[in-house]
């Protein structure tokens, strides 16, 4: 996929560009943060255990033809009794950092405080964090990852109703209240632009709630933007000075490219893109406090064509949600060249006016949304140190699916290719760049239930065996790879990991890339 700009140089967005795509061996800066990750409802299990109420996923994944194969995380992992075994392997791994989630409804079971705290959801993860501590692993706890109860979807709607927002700080608060001495590093929310946009727009998501106006996804936004901060201001001003932890959110964001970057309208469409699908939440809380401009037009239409009231934003408001995190959370995957595409403005909306394409050459994972796209993570990074106010970053999810195939594919290559030349894109951004990352943090820990892909897409370090009722854990060749990585580090030369790097980058990396042998 090439094109010419005026001054005669080419764009090649899928042939290998040594000034862009070389390795580039290094170390990283010391008290870098290596990290895992899993969620709740992927991982835990224990759907209707020990007091725990129901979750919107709990619903959406019973109900036939939601979820591939009819799957469901009614037992998952079953990490809700193998805690101690996955603690185990971490250490293995020689992990220092552990990002999961915890499950609203397994603490509140209908979600409020009035409702009643459910005891033994609290001693679960009290068992859990101590057994992270006690083999010398941080935990880093995201309070939202989706599972909503679904009580409080059944009594207004859940995130389009405003009066969430207490219910939340509740929740968050008795969360501060009880592990906060332990747990130092807290995520508000993951991903709201996802589960705003497939839970409330297209219905692929929990709780399957289908409105293409976009008006039932921007009053989720608008919703969790002002629980985000409320939970925010409260730590700070309550927590922060007797337990010194950090507070923030974690965005999922991908890079874009015009696909011809000498057209204008292309031009202008990949900033379309960015601002609908970047900015919608890092501009509020890292910008100005307010929507992007695409986003308030947006709003504008749609209060013009359907006499919509409310989803905006006053001062006041503003105030409060600008500056509400203390480190920008970034979940990143891929990269997409984004491509005009003209629309109705009465009958259409923004979301209709530019089209999303990977460049051919680019290699796909089992996942049809996920190419390998290294380059982009360092041009995100150095995007959100120049729009945003010189943050400091943690990646809080990076990381490549496979398919569930038997036997298991445990010499996971592709997924080593992946880590492999991701991670070199942030040493970049950090040695070259100055963007101020201080963690990383691979998705994931071990297969899991991938949401509406059930189990058939594996991201997993660890594969597990999901036919078994014991869910056997095995380590893939990736969870060495990525120990030996956090060992040293980063890439030193004249070490093990960095020749080993070496030798395989032309592979992974270059005109002759692996393809997915999973």
């Known amino acids: 996929m090439m094109s010419t700009t005026a001054s005669g140089a080419m764009y090649a967005y899928g042939a290998y560009d040594p000034a862009r795509d070389d390795f580039r061996p290094g170390t990283f800066p010391d008290g870098f943060i290596w990290s895992t990750a899993t969620a709740s409802y992927q991982i835990e299990g224990g759907w209707n255990t020990d007091g725990k109420g129901q979750s919107i996923w709990d619903v959406f994944s019973h109900t036939p033809g939601k979820v591939d194969r009819g799957d469901t995380g009614d037992v998952a992992c079953d990490s809700y009794n193998k805690y101690r075994e996955d603690v185990q392997l971490m250490k293995a791994m020689g992990l220092k950092h552990y990002r999961f989630s915890m499950s609203w409804p397994r603490i509140f079971p209908d979600g409020t405080l009035a409702g009643g705290v459910n005891q033994d959801g609290v001693d679960y993860y009290n068992k859990l964090i101590n057994e992270l501590i006690a083999n010398g692993i941080a935990p880093m706890v995201t309070l939202y990852h989706w599972d909503l109860p679904q009580a409080l979807h059944e009594k207004y709607g859940g995130w389009m109703d405003e009066a969430i927002v207490d219910d939340y700080h509740n929740y968050a608060t008795f969360a501060f209240q009880t592990f906060g001495d332990r747990v130092k590093f807290w ?57 010194g932890g950090k ?29 609908i699908f970047n900015d919608w939440f890092a501009q509020p809380i890292f910008g100005d406090g307010g929507f992007p401009p695409v986003v308030e037009e947006s709003l504008r239409q749609l209060r013009s064509v359907m006499k919509l009231e409310g989803l905006e934003f006053s001062d006041e408001e503003k105030s409060s949600i600008r500056g509400s995190s203390d480190f920008f959370g970034l979940n990143h995957y891929t990269t997409r060249l984004v491509a005009d595409k003209p629309i109705d403005i009465k009958t259409q909306t923004v979301l209709e006016s530019f089209e999303e394409i990977p460049a051919p050459e680019w290699r796909r994972a089992q996942s049809d949304w996920l190419y390998a796209v290294p380059w982009g993570l360092r041009r995100l990074l150095t995007y959100i140190k120049e729009k945003f106010g010189d943050p400091e970053v943690y990646i809080t999810e990076n990381g490549w699916s496979g398919a569930d195939v038997q036997p298991p594919v445990l010499e996971d290559t592709s997924r080593m290719c992946y880590y492999m030349t991701y991670i070199d894109e942030v040493l970049k951004a950090i040695e070259e760049d100055g963007v101020k990352v201080r963690g990383y943090t691979a998705w994931s820990f071990m297969d899991n239930f991938e949401w509406a892909k059930g189990y058939t897409e594996r991201f997993g370090l660890h594969y597990v065996d999901f036919t078994d009722p ?29 020749d080993m790097v070496k030798d395989m980058w032309m592979k992974c990396r ?5 393809k997915d042998e999973l």
């Open 470 to 498: 014991n869910r056997p854990r095995t380590p893939k060749q990736s969870a060495k790879f990525y120990s030996d990585i956090i060992a040293k580090n980063g890439f030193p030369e004249g070490t093990e990991i960095t």
């Open 247 to 275: 507070v923030g959110i974690t965005l999922n964001l991908s890079w874009k490219e015009p696909r011809d970057p000498d057209l204008p309208t292309d031009v202008e469409a990949r900033d379309r893109a960015l601002q």
């Open 187 to 243: 995520l508000t929310f993951n991903e709201p632009m996802v589960f705003c946009t497939h839970g409330y727009m297209t219905g692929e998501h929990a709780p399957g709630i289908q409105d293409q106006t976009m008006v039932s996804s921007l009053r989720c936004g608008h919703t969790v933007l002002k629980a985000h901060a409320k939970a925010w201001h409260t730590y700070n001003t309550t927590f922060r000075h007797l337990q």
């Open 510 to 514: 270059g005109p002759k890339a692996v």
